[in-house]
């Protein structure tokens, strides 16, 4: 069987598989197995597919995830590209809405 790696057929296959998808989740959740045998097959099948997964040679995560800096991220970020903490956020990051509510995020 072969292996689909590109996200934008993976994605468009989940889409068509959608009812498919939902159908293997209500069946996982009246297997009758414990959750550490059902952990154990599922992390089978995750050693197997994922060896054959390049993540830098794909980058779509880089390119469509955006990730949320906790407060010491920001002066690591910072730090690592050698630049004021100001300057790292004006010129790489956006503040999340949370940070209107007190909980610094960028
Ligand atoms: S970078 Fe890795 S985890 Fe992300 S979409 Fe590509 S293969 Fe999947």
Same mark, same amino acid.
């Given at each position: 069987? *072969?292996?689909?790696?590109?996200?934008?057929?993976?994605?468009?296959?989940?889409?068509?598989?959608?009812? !498919? &998808?939902?159908?293997? $989740? !209500?069946?996982?959740? +009246?297997?009758?197995?414990? =959750?550490?045998?059902?952990?154990? =097959?599922?992390?089978?099948?995750?050693?197997?597919?994922? /060896?054959? =997964? &390049?993540?830098?040679?794909? +980058? &779509?995560?880089? $390119? /469509?995830? !955006?990730?949320?800096?906790?407060?010491?991220?920001?002066?690591?970020?910072?730090? +690592?590209? &050698?630049? /004021? $903490?100001?300057?790292?956020?004006? *010129?790489?990051?956006?503040?999340?809405?949370?940070? *209107?509510? +007190?909980? =610094?995020?960028?």
């Amino acid at each position: 069987m *072969r292996l689909e790696i590109d996200p934008k057929v993976v994605a468009k296959l989940a889409e068509q598989c959608e009812e !498919t &998808n939902w159908q293997f $989740r !209500t069946f996982l959740k +009246g297997v009758d197995l414990e =959750i550490e045998e059902l952990d154990t =097959i599922v992390h089978r099948y995750y050693e197997d597919v994922a /060896s054959q =997964i &390049n993540c830098c040679a794909c +980058g &779509n995560c880089c $390119r /469509s995830v !955006t990730p949320i800096l906790q407060e010491y991220d920001v002066d690591r970020l910072a730090t +690592g590209l &050698n630049l /004021s $903490r100001e300057e790292a956020i004006k *010129r790489f990051l956006v503040t999340d809405f949370r940070a *209107r509510y +007190g909980d =610094i995020m960028y």
